[in-house]
């Protein structure tokens, strides 16, 4: 296994990882994973804090080099743990649970017992009685066909039930490793640096972002001399929005403070966009309020449905942002319909984005770039 710290006594057969991303360092191919420079590979030795360039980048410029573990290198890391006896820890968005569900973590995850971790809990309006969101994951993951041995609610950033988490893995684990998985824009290494500081342990040792793809390989972290709780890198799910942004549209997507919901009293053909990322069109129904959870940093332009097309093409890029001047031209995929007969109170939610309310019924239109899931759910509020 691999160790995520330095090492002064290092010899020329023993490879070293960068604390930061699990990169194994190298300092010959300044293009590929775990480059750093021998003067500063030399200083990290001397000092037992080693970090990869691209590592260094982010936390002290907060700039990213785009170096990312693959599809394939991820399921491997996942197929591995069905191999071993372990606890294995599922971190998932608040704001993005289905696209945060790792397809088939059951049977990746093996005869292992699976705890489901929602992180991000303070996103979610204070008002919010957090049983009816853990009754709400029960029964989702029910219909999943996922069986967990527990569902917690936490917060990495703030610090909350952080302590709950840890009393809980050690509850569960038994004396084995613990593995803690999920797809990038979780918090995943957040909420891992936030666990270490609960013990009393000083210093970030996982680099963090708001960028996906910042882990690049395991990293472990010793809990007993025999056991470790270990990082795994997270994949881009293919149906989540910020597979298709740049880094400044990711900013304006998602969300880092308490979601204030937004309400438009809609009538029958008038549409609601999201910036450019997604387009809500209320097709029939009685006139009604739509709420909408989505990042603050996100403009809202409601406007008739008739002529919208053509609003859109002319406006993408600069007063309908994201994505950014230049981005949709350089890629960004074209919007795609998902048409949905609301009989009862529901949430329309977009992978990566957030979801919008409905509590009457009506027949609606959600427009979102083309690979980008979106569902009808119950609603999560």
């Known amino acids: 296994m691999k160790n995520g710290s330095g090492n002064s006594e290092l010899n020329e057969t023993e490879a070293i990882y960068c604390m930061g991303c699990g990169a194994e360092i190298q300092t010959n191919n300044p293009d590929e994973r775990g480059y750093t420079p021998k003067t500063a590979y030399e200083k990290g030795l001397a000092n037992g804090a080693l970090y990869c ?38 971190v998932v968005d608040v704001f993005d649970i ?36 853990k009754n709400w994951l029960k029964k989702f993951v029910r219909q999943q066909g996922i069986q967990v041995k527990d569902i917690l609610l936490v917060s990495g950033v703030k610090n909350r039930a952080v302590d709950e988490l840890f009393e809980e893995i050690e509850r569960l684990r038994n004396g084995r490793d613990v593995y803690v998985v999920g797809v990038t ?15 009393g342990i000083q210093g970030e040792w996982i680099t963090t972002s708001q960028y996906p793809g910042t882990t690049l390989d395991i990293i472990q972290i010793p809990l007993t001399e025999d056991q470790h709780l270990i ?34 009293q809609l009538n029958p053909e ?12 209320y097709l029939s129904g ?35 942002t994201p994505p950014q001047a230049g981005e949709e031209q350089n890629g960004f995929p074209e919007l ?11 949430d329309i939610a977009v992978s990566g984005l957030g979801w919008i309310n409905l509590k009457q019924p009506g027949h609606v239109r959600l427009w979102a770039p083309k690979g980008t899931d979106v569902l009808m759910r119950e609603p999560l509020i």
């Open 53 to 90: 360039q691209r590592c260094f980048k982010l936390r002290h410029y907060n700039q990213l080099e785009k170096v990312q573990t693959n599809k394939e290198e991820f399921m491997a890391i996942l197929n591995g743990i069905s191999d071993e006896d372990a606890l294995v820890i599922n």
């Open 185 to 199: 824009n979780v918090g995943k290494s957040t909420l891992i640096n936030a666990l270490i500081k609960s013990r």
């Open 98 to 133: 289905a696209g945060s569900i790792i397809p088939g973590i059951q049977r990746l995850t093996g005869h292992n017992d699976l705890v489901l971790v929602t992180n991000k809990i303070d996103l979610l309006p204070k008002a919010l009685n957090p049983n009816r969101i």
């Open 270 to 281: 008038q549409t609601l966009f999201v910036g450019g990322v997604a387009r809500f069109d």
């Open 231 to 264: 990082d795994t890198p997270g994949i881009i799910a293919d149906g989540q929005l910020t597979a298709q942004l740049d880094f400044a549209s990711l900013k304006q997507v998602l969300p880092k403070h308490e979601v204030k919901p937004r309400v438009y």
């Open 286 to 320: 009685p006139k009604q309020g739509i709420t909408l959870y989505m990042s603050d940093a996100l403009s809202i332009h409601r406007r008739k449905l008739e002529g919208s097309d053509a609003f859109y093409q002319k406006h993408v890029g600069e007063l309908l």
């Open 336 to 346: 795609v319909a998902h048409s949905f007969k609301v009989g009862q109170p529901s």
